[in-house]
Each structure stands twice: as C-alpha cells, then as structure tokens.
C-alpha cells in the first residue's frame, strides 16, 4: 500500500482489521530495521510510532555511521569489528544517504591518543572492521596534519591519524528504511500510541492504540510484539508489568551548528576536549556542526533542552583545538539534543557505559530491544527477527526465511551499489533539467533522494503552476510534495526538521519558506484555522528550540 498521508485511512483499516504475525512498536532506525527484516522474511508486519517515525534518538545523533574507534580504548573488540564491517553495509544499501568521510585524528603531546598507539590501533580498526584498501588508515606529519585543517592547535602537535567514517543523514537513513519495509509488504503509521497491551492466556497479542491525529482508538492483533521504543522502552515495559532487573540510563548528546564564515572548518576532526572526552567537529552544508556531550539525563524524553553548560563545553571545546577561531554563544545558528537509551551500568560514568544492544523477553512473551548503536541497526534486526522466527515456528511450525537485509538496498538505493552512485547523479541530471531544474538543483535531490530522485523530477514537471501559486521554489516544492505524498510527513516539523534537514543546517531557508509551506499543507489536508495555527505553533516552538538565544540562563540542568 503508498506510503501516502493519501492512505492513512485505509493503514488504520488494515491495522485494525489483519492478524499480524509481527507488531513492532517503535518507528526510529531500531524498528524500522526490524520492519524490514520481518517483511522480507514473509512475516505480516505492523509498526506504530506515536511521534514522527525517526523523531527520538533517530534524527538527534552525531550523524555518522561509524565504526566506534573509541570502543577499541575499552577493549570491545567484538562491538568494534561487528559495526565496523555494518557500516559497509549501510553505505553499499544507501549510498544517498550515506558517504565516507575521511577522519582527521590529531594527535598532541599529553593527549588521549599516542602516535604509536594510533598507528597500531587505526591498522586494527581496519583489519577488525574488514576496511576496503582505499579506505584503510594513513598517518600524517605536522606539516600534511596543518595542510589537511589549518585551524589545528599547532602547540605540542605530532601530526595525526587520517581514517574513514561515513556521514549519513539519520532521519533519511530511517525513513528510507522504513519506506522499503512498507514496499516488501509492511504496514507502518506515525503519531499512533500504543496505549496498553492485549493479552490472551497471558501472552501479548496485540496493543491499544490512539491515533494521535484523529483521537480514534483501535486494536491491533498480533501473535508476537516486539518493544523498540528506545528512550521510552521501560515506559513500555511497565505497560506490560515487565520493568524488572536491567533497566535504561538515559544520556544526553548535545550538537551546535555555525556557519562556515565564522567557522571554516576544512575537513572533518576528531579530537580531545579539555577533560578527555572526544568530540567531533564536521563541515556540511557550508555550516560546521560540533558535538557531542555525554551527560545523564533524567527530564523531558521528547525535547531534550539545551543548557548553558552544553553549549559552554562545546565552545570551550572548539577554542582547546581550534585555537585562532573565536566562537562565541552569538555564533552558534542552531542546536539540538538526543537522547542515548543506554543501559544501566552502576558506578559508571555516561562515557564508560557500554552502546552494546541487549534483548529481554518478559513472561508474557514482549521481546524488548534496548541499548545499541544507529551503525548497528541492521545487524539489531537480523538477531530480533531471528528471534521471532524461532518462536513464532515453536509455536505454529511455520518456517521463515533467512534474512534478507544484507545485500538489500533501501528506498532509494537502487542504483547497483556505491561505485556507480557518481555516474548515477550525472546520468540524471538531465532528467532533472528537462522538467525545469537548474543543473545544481537537479544534483541536489539526485544526492538526497537516489533512485526516487526521477518521482521528484516527476513533481516538478507536473506541478509547476502549483508551485508558482503557493511561491515556492520548484525543488522544495517537489520535496514538500513527495514528503507528503511518499513519506508521510503530517506537520511542518516533520518536513522541515526530518525530511530535509532544514531545521538544523538550513534555518534561514526554514524562516523564508515556512509561512508558505504551511499554506501549502493546509490546502493538501483541508486543515481548519485552529489545526493550522497548532501546526505552526508547533514549528515555531522547534525553531525557538534549536535557536533558543544563547544569552539566556541554562533551560534545564
């Protein structure tokens, strides 16, 4: 069935009217991975979310798939070579929304990392993470370390390690996973809770849920449930009186954005704060982002808040490495907080707790997925799924596949792999200038959008005259159309925020175009004035959050 806002209706009534063999509540990257599995093993999956899909931890992290070179300091050398070899599965399923990004490590005198040390450890990060050679690990000199990012502390430097991540979009990540569960047969809705459980002879079969759009309650049926609610996993786990032994600590990892003009960040770092931690610092978009913090958090899950010392630890950050630049709070464009579900670890500093997944199983028969990493999603699923395999053929003797996931491309990765992913943006650029784009915006869907790019060429070419009347550019248009229309974006939020990106790398867009954005959605799903001003209170009260002014007192501790 369209992942279409045209459909929501005709989702509700195939969630309330099948029997599922698989209900995932959840719609961040975690469950989304495990929809997808389950669908293209042949199990008939639903999945509810009760924000936007991706709207937690999902679209709030540090935007890398990478192989957590870090977790070789603690010895996890499992954890270091299972995500290190999924981070090549990601990039090869979608390579639109994920790229490598060649790392630089500087290393100090007195700083975390020694240059022997980085050198054997970088050439065991490539062996451990199966590295292709292109990509493997170099060690640069003072002179190649300045020549790579002038704006280095240049005091006590040695030179530094050069190693490859990979950048992805997360939000994208997760809802382009989401729309291939939905094309391999799954049924997924956003802004539906799951209120309580279902039971019968003791056993979950299903959930209550609120349609948190409509008001409307119905039931879902299901012969196994799966918990991916990741902050929110022990919220659900009470529901179903299964809270008991490990439970989650929840942290906080804080990201602020300037622009390049104020920071001219050449090329991506990974380095030292003043108290030991590492932090990132990477260009994108003409903007550099900078995070992240590591603290434990206990309020508001849904909108984490930004404090005064977040962002002082940041900018002090940027001044320990990034000496000659001078960052002050007025620089900063924009923010934003996440939450990490870890779990508890007693006497353990946020830092020191392991991002290691675990899976419970209550008496009742709730599968819970907790902890884990956005590189690890993938591998996440194959191990629930096989999971539910094995209990649903205890059960009925049914047999499923294997998974399927490995060699998988996700919505809009069907371009025949990531070496072929350059040759496919220049071959459709013409595609994009016959309906009316300019070469560079024709590039730009083509790179976020992959294979889909040609539905969005599609939009413009068919809706110009629409796009004219509401007076929005022709490419954002066609993003706010198709968001809409493929992706299920139901607020401004959702498509300023998680299906573009807006929101964070490209506010004084948001500011521009909002005002018609809104008129634009409220006209598509016939809002009246009173749905139209929550909608954009709602968004203004998102910009407010990301670019609260930073001259005020912390807002949370």
């Known amino acids: 069935m369209k992942f279409s806002n045209t459909n929501r209706k005709k989702i509700v009534e195939s969630l309330k009217n099948r029997e599922y063999d698989l209900l995932v509540i959840g719609g961040g990257i975690t ?35 990478h192989g957590g070179l870090r977790y070789l300091k603690q010895f996890e050398i499992k954890l270091v070579a299972e995500v290190g070899k999924e981070r090549a599965i990601v990039y090869e399923n979608g390579p ?34 199966g590295v292709k050679k292109s990509e493997r690990r170099k060690m640069l000199n003072v002179n190649e370390t300045l020549a790579k990012e002038p704006l280095i502390k240049k005091e006590g430097l040695k030179g530094s390690g050069y ?76 529901k179903d009186g299964s809270k008991t032994g490990k439970t989650l600590k929840h942290t906080k990892g804080v990201h602020i954005v300037i622009d390049q003009s104020k920071f001219p960040l050449k090329q991506a770092v990974y380095f030292d704060a003043p108290d030991g931690r590492m932090v990132f610092a990477i260009p994108r978009a003409g903007k550099a982002y900078v995070g992240t913090t590591d603290t434990f958090y206990n309020s508001d899950l849904a909108s984490p ?47 020191e707790i392991s991002r290691k997944d ?18 690890g999603f993938r591998k996440m699923a194959e191990i629930v799924v096989d999971l539910v395999s094995e209990k649903r053929q205890k059960d009925t003797g049914i047999s499923y596949k294997e998974c399927q996931t490995k060699n998988l491309p996700i919505s809009g990765g069907d371009i025949g792999g990531s ?17 009316g784009l300019t070469n560079e915006e024709a590039k730009f869907l083509i790179s976020m959008y992959g294979s889909n790019a040609p539905i969005l060429f599609d939009i413009v070419g068919k809706h110009k005259e629409c796009a004219n ?39 004084a867009g948001v500011q521009k175009w909002k005002d018609k954005a809104v008129n634009y959605m409220e006209d598509y799903f016939e809002w009246d004035e009173q749905t139209k001003l929550d909608r954009m209170e709602e968004l203004e009260t998102e910009i407010k959050l990301a670019t609260v002014p930073f001259d005020m007192p912390p807002i949370d501790s």
């Open 96 to 129: 639109h929304v994920t790229a490598p990004e060649w790392m630089l490590l500087p290393l100090h005198k007195g700083g975390t990392f020694g240059k022997f040390s980085t050198s054997i450890g970088l050439r065991l990060y490539d062996f451990l993470a």
């Open 31 to 65: 469950g989304a991975g495990i929809a997808l599995d389950a669908a293209t093993r042949g199990m008939n999956t639903a999945l509810v979310e009760m924000q936007d899909f991706g709207a937690g931890t999902s679209s709030r992290s540090t935007k890398l798939i």
């Open 163 to 238: 190693y490859v991540e990979y950048r992805t979009d997360d939000s994208r990540l997760t809802i382009e996973v989401l729309k291939k569960a939905v094309e391999k047969g799954a049924a997924a809705l956003n802004y539906s809770n799951a209120d309580k459980f279902l039971y019968k002879n003791g056993k979950v079969r299903g959930a209550v849920i609120i349609d948190r759009l409509t008001g409307e309650r119905y039931e879902i049926h299901a012969a196994k449930v799966v918990n991916a609610a990741g902050p929110w996993v022990d919220e659900i786990r009470e």
């Open 419 to 435: 070496s072929f992913f350059d040759k496919y943006v220049v071959e459709q650029i013409n595609n994009g200038t016959k309906n």
């Open 305 to 351: 808040k930004i404090t005064a010392a977040d962002r002082g630890y940041l900018i002090n950050a940027i001044h320990y490495m990034f000496p000659e630049t001078n960052i002050s709070a007025e620089d900063i464009e924009t923010s934003w907080a996440g939450v990490r579900p870890l779990i508890h670890e007693e006497g353990k500093d946020p830092s």
């Open 469 to 507: 009347q509401y007076e929005l550019p022709l490419p954002l248009f066609a993003q706010l159309h198709y968001a809409l229309e493929h992706e299920m974006a139901a607020s401004p939020v959702d498509f300023f925020h998680r299906r573009t990106g807006m929101l964070l790398f490209n506010i």
């Open 358 to 375: 675990e899976i419970w199983e209550s008496e009742s028969g709730l599968i819970t997925i907790a902890g884990g990493k956005l590189t």
